[in-house]
């Protein structure tokens, strides 16, 4: 990894151009100010195809409106999450082409093309509530480039429904298993699959099941091998995961 | 319900044996023991076979061994649970004719025969290390008459080992579903079996398993109806529940 | 349980419809879907009598209508949860002879009768406040035919009041007890009585109550044998095993 | 309230035995420490007949030992609280007369006489596991002068054993009721009992009893007034306050 | 305690007026209902000078002004608790001279005349914001006819503030410590005078306060001896048990 | 630090303008009272430079602007916290000079100038959504008369944006450090200045947030040496304790 | 996927080895077992390269040779977690070449060689004290024939160290993160690497840090993204999944 | 702050000791090394006087031995906390001039004087049992060369006893509290000293203490202005903090 900045200072410095603790102020900057962009920033942009993500919730309207229109520019893909259909008016009001989904809360807007995964994430949820946070996975899978197969409604308290898609879940290369109140559904699914399991407890639930405090413990604790857990309602964080996993 | 004592309390004061205020108080004492033999001790016994259940935790070898020799004198079946194994050998020194389940940690003591359910109660455990309470439960309920199931070591994450028993486990009328961890087992059995669930969640597991609670909240929360939950590690308490469902 | 598909099959098969590799697909398919049928819906059926339960909170008034409307076509019974008064007025608009409970919530609509049982089912509540999660269970134990006998405002703090009521919860085969608060009820009815104990814990209290969390534990840590507890406020859970039980 | 020392400051300081500035300072030390004399020293000798209490847990059998000599010294009244029977020797060696409690784990030492108070505090238990507390509860009252009724093993699950003493429980002028698992009998007597009732939470119990936390939060929130919770085996706290109300 | 009704069956009895089966059968009635009698009811009326306490949390307003209707036929004094304006002005129009508190948020009716007590009860409370329920304990001292010193905005962190009134404190029978926050008034008041203190947590506070749970913790922790505690918020409960004792 | 009170009654008293006992009653009463002034308002006087601070949560606009009329009266400086716009307003229209920060939700009022420290805070956050506390810390630290470096947006997940500031953190005399969800710019801070760094959690993030606690936990948990821990969103107080400290 | 046994069941009931109702019965059980063999255990051995993992905590050490030896028989690589080191002893007593970890707590038994990943696990722990997770995790990495690169020791109170390791970290193809305390270090790495990162809380830490949950919390709510969380403590859970995507 | 390896580099490029690409490559390992070297570790060195600390729990007596005798050879001054009595035996074994603090359990070998600073540190605890994190953070706070004021046994239940020193106390520059149980005391001495205090809660008490949890949320959430918390039992943390002040 290269550093163009600092090779010509070197060579300007050899060439007289600064005195010696000029060429090492220069340096030293360009060290400081080059950290972020080689370590972080490159790497994001590298990771996510030239994409920006925004966590809407907490952002006024026109605050995300304005973040939208500035990203905008830059031709950036951008992704809003957990953004109330308000915020999405306020967007498309600026940019028309900018999409919503309802459930998933997600506002979309494609500058330039992401070239499609071979492989694909397949995302099962429990049960319907669960949706929300299965849309937000879904659209942030898309957003990123990754084929995607969503399978709702295959609770554990009726297990055929499961079975009935074992077959399509196996085919996947990295699995994303969404489920609320007792938040069984990924020790289930990672005994019947091979692959990588990403479990996302939900809310969904009342009493004991604590803001969704009792799925995700349940999903810590699972007794089948091979899954991990992101927090509560996180759909987007899971789907990073497991793009990033699928790009592998 | 007739309460014979105040029947010869009236009869005596009407021959004039004692006076009103005699007569008032006897009836008054009458009925507060009364209270207890008619509400309570006569039901444990109807709803127990003369039989006994000794909590052994916390309790000193002697004090168990006394117990068991005082109510052995009235042949009563006795139950000691939470037993140590130093507990029995004191208990079986002075009656050698009682017995010991290690895993269950129960001592048992036979003295007459309970009749034996036509119906059975399946026991059904997640993994190797939820025998303990499954074998608590096991004893208890066979101590008080009822035929049982045990069927060991089908957790969720090897979900066939679960089906290659299903049917055995359709035919109790009642079910125990003993699982740790993360709890998921009472779920998948309870969307499977027509018949009550009573679930038990076990101190197995680790870290965030928080010694039962994960597993406690994961059974409350069951996303399958049917289903109820005792204390963490109580197979006692599910098997008593469960034989009284069996006798009914 | 003979598989009526399968006998087709193999019979067509040795007639020679099909190839050896064609039957074993069929096969196959056959019992994938078979898993679901024989497992799962037929015994869902055969337990509630083709009836549905819709559990409303969460879902939009015409989602709920939608629902129920799609659910009468089929001519099953229904019973919806949670619901709100505006979901309900909303059902009715299409199907008038649906019912509402006021404080228990629930939108029930039958279509054909389920025959009513011999034995009942006690539903026993500590205090005026407990009684939404009172008549929800009220509701959903007469939805599946069963006998009911509501028994309010017994809470241990009046504790005569639980006497003058006691013979008639005897009579039951089984009791449901209801509490919020302390949640001590079900630990003093199940030292009276001699059957099954389904336990309620209710969100009733404040402060150190935690939304009913006291409760829980409280029933939890019940010092009573024959109890078993069920989430936070659920009087359809605990409604629901009652009649199963009340079904043996 | 007269400040003595103040007085004599005064008098001095008028005929001149020191100036201005040197009486200002005497006054000002003289409220400091009287601080400490007026407001805590001479009310805890008041309160407790010149009594002393030691916390023994985590203290050395010498150490304790050693502040029983010095406390000694003085002619006080002396209990030791949370002491094992290894610190009870220690003691004993030195104070012949020291006695112990076994299941309170307490050590008392008399050297004056404490007159019996006419009314009496009874204190109420649940099980013979909350008899250490009962005990260590017993002690103290009686440390402080107060006739004491101990009623065991009348918990809520054979509510007739309650009956049988509720009228000696009715005799008393305050009552301690102890319980562990799920707490509830503190309400139960609080509503028979016209008395104010201080609830003590014990330990006794398992998984999700959680060290006693099950019982004080089924304590707090009794549904019976007139109640009041000290922590989690704290018999020493609930009888040095009964002591008080019996001694208004 | 004689029963009048049993002296009357006993006698009509004897008089031949009923069989002996009626006669235990009447005798067995009347111990029922006296049971509730006896042990309940009237110990209310003795204990609270027939008054009757409303906890309005949860009830409609409707049902509120019902309530106090029907109670207010009997001559009953009335308190409601935790009412909002609305349920006052819905009140006030059936029953004129009832009365609100707004910061307690109390309903008092006063129909006959409670008899004051000589001693009085201090009220003590740490902040401005914990003024809702210092009212609450206020007012309910008050409606059972108790003296009441209400001490606020003496807080720990200006502990001059609390000394200016310890001697007014210290006159008081017993004592009501209210502090939200880290709670710590109890402890240190306990250690000033020479009295029961009831301390009352708060939910005031933020954070890590965790809706009064830091106070409640703080207060049942207190290392000064002579403290009990009763629910977050509960000023109603404290100020009970307070005139349960000042009445002794 | 001498009590000119006292000084004055000693000589009024040798000169005989009172009694002997007037005057110890007299030193008395001024003792108590001087208590105070000594102790706590002298100091809170000297420690705040003639300020106030109102908490305004949970207080109502006029009560507020009450508040703020009357100290404005004594010429204080004022700081109001936790105020709603409409607060602000309420207040502006008595004192048109006081002023608001939108983000901080802050009322200043400055009636008299406060010297500038020399040295500086540095107030460090980790992301957008922890700004509101960030700028409450950076209003009260202004407002007790710090110079203040705000650093905004420099959270773990992109280190080096940190590490472009280390410079200018290094250069304060005390860092506050702001983080939300899981808390951890603390101790990386920590790890990179030699200055007290005082953590303030934030209530920022969703599910397993649970409303700051993971990053309280994580800040009290944090390996870097020098870093103490204030109140969840608590900016005043990190802000307040900084000044004292940097006004050592 | 073809069924072997249906099709040879089918080929012998064409040629009428046994009647249609024995076919179907014999395609039923085929399947029932089947559903084992191909959905769980086939997938097992493929994901595991017929390799066995015994979880050593709570058996005994005879126990742990016996399975030892059994599963040697059939030829299989086996790992044994949580071992002590007394049970190694055990199974090396009869199995010479087993070896063991001491600060992993593992045995191994190699009887066929694995084939290498060609790209790499890097594991990445805070602190000396995480040690021992951290060689659980590559024991168990290694044993399913991963190359791993271990970097120990880069707490994030000393970031430079972690720096010093960053492009030897990026080389990996996933990473595992370890730590105790405040478990901030997934937050960084997963900052500055473009890989899925595991992250791993451990139990190190004392007080506040409640025996990992501190950690937990802190690594569920990252600001990174692309990290999951696995139980506290389960360094087997993280190198199972990383192997499955390694092996991707 | 001049990077001299950089330098150097600059110079030998210029003649010609390596190419441009070269030159390149020895500046960015320089960086990266230098990273360490002048954010992190001058600062430690700077920060605490060649001062080394080492957290002896969960160490060997051989390992700790071992790391003494290492950093013996360099001459540092070293502290080792939580360290056993034998811990202790087998460093001064190796080191005779190595001391021990019991009560603090602390290993304390200094090779070279640090100067001691002219201010304070008082360092305040609430009970006897207290003492060890006392002395933890009086031997730490000694170390780094503060002068230190240690004041015992001042808990609030005898406030008394803490005037006695408040005079004492705020003649130190910083104050570090101590307390476990309700945690009380920081507010106390918060409301009466102008200085930072740094507030310590420990683990002493039971029951509802829940391990310090309660001294803990009490300290958060300090009604006392001027107030940070460590956590539980870290006497270190506290005193290392109140140093960095003192050292300002």
């Known amino acids: 990894m290269q550093n163009d900045d600092v090779l010509k200072i070197l060579e300007s410095y050899k060439q007289g151009s600064f005195s ?4 090492e102020q220069k340096v030293h900057s360009s060290y400081f100010s080059d950290l972020g962009h080689t370590m972080v920033d490159n790497n994001r942009r590298k990771r996510s195809g030239a994409s920006e993500v925004i966590y809407c919730a907490g ?46 809360r997600t506002i979309t807007l494609i500058n330039r ?12 949820s429990a049960g319907t509530s669960d949706l929300p946070v299965a849309r937000e996975a879904c659209v942030t899978a898309e957003f990123y480039g990754n084929r995607v197969q969503l399978i709702s409604d295959v609770g554990v308290a009726g297990i055929h429904r499961l079975f009935n898609h074992i077959e399509e879940i196996r085919k996947a290369r990295v ?57 509560i309602d996180n759909g987007f964080g899971a789907a990073f995961q497991a793009s990033m996993i699928n790009h592998l």
């Open 113 to 124: 093309d992401t070239p499609l995964t071979e492989t694909s994430i397949a995302i099962v």
């Open 59 to 104: 952002k006024t309207e026109e605050q995300i409106a304005h973040i939208f229109a500035e990203m905008n520019k830059r031709g950036d893909n951008i992704l809003g999450t957990r953004a109330s259909h308000e915020a999405y008016q306020a967007v498309k009001k600026i940019i028309p082409s900018a999409e919503y989904d309802v459930p998933g």
């Open 20 to 23: 010696l603790e000029e060429a």
């Open 175 to 231: 699995v994303i298993v969404i489920a609320g109140m007792e938040g069984a559904l990924p020790s289930v699914v990672g005994g019947l699959v091979d692959k990588p399991v990403i479990a996302v407890p939900t809310s969904v639930g009342y009493g004991a099941a604590f803001g969704g405090l009792a799925a995700l413990l349940g999903m810590l604790n699972s007794c089948s091998s091979g899954i991990s857990v992101v927090n």
